[in-house]
């Protein structure tokens, strides 16, 4: 059975940074494209970044040149560095991971971890 989990979330001021992390477990081989999305309230979930296990990344617009995402194919484990910090990154964020490299779905997603941004 595959799982991802997610850990780091949690409350930072403004300006501060958060690393998140994505443990996939069950899987043998690494999954093509693992990436970050999240959710607002009242909002639609979006994708955040992601990333190929030959790793080459992409990032939305509104994280480029702030978060950075991240892997480890050995250990199946992909990360999401935020740094400057927006009130406006409050969401819960999701990691997910797929097979196909040319798919616009994912095969897992996360739990969800919770990051907070405070004025």
């Known amino acids: 059975q595959v799982q991802l989990v997610e850990s780091g979330g949690g409350l930072v001021q403004a300006g501060g940074s958060l690393r998140l992390s994505c443990a996939a477990s069950?899987?043998?081989?690494?999954?093509?494209?693992m990436g970050w999305h999240r959710q607002a309230p009242g909002k639609q979930r979006e994708l955040v970044a992601s990333?190929?296990?030959?790793?080459?990344?992409m990032h939305a617009d509104a994280v480029k040149g702030r978060f950075t995402i991240s892997r480890d194919n050995a250990e199946n484990t992909v990360y999401l560095q935020m740094n400057s910090l927006h009130p406006e990154d409050t969401a819960v964020y999701y990691c997910?991971?797929?097979?196909?490299?040319?798919?616009?779905?994912?095969?897992?997603w996360g739990q969800g971890t919770q990051v907070t941004v405070s004025t």
């Open positions: 997910a991971g797929r097979w196909a490299q040319w798919s616009p779905g994912y095969d897992y």
């Open positions: 069950g899987i043998i081989g690494s999954l093509s494209v």
């Open positions: 990333i190929t296990n030959t790793g080459r990344a």
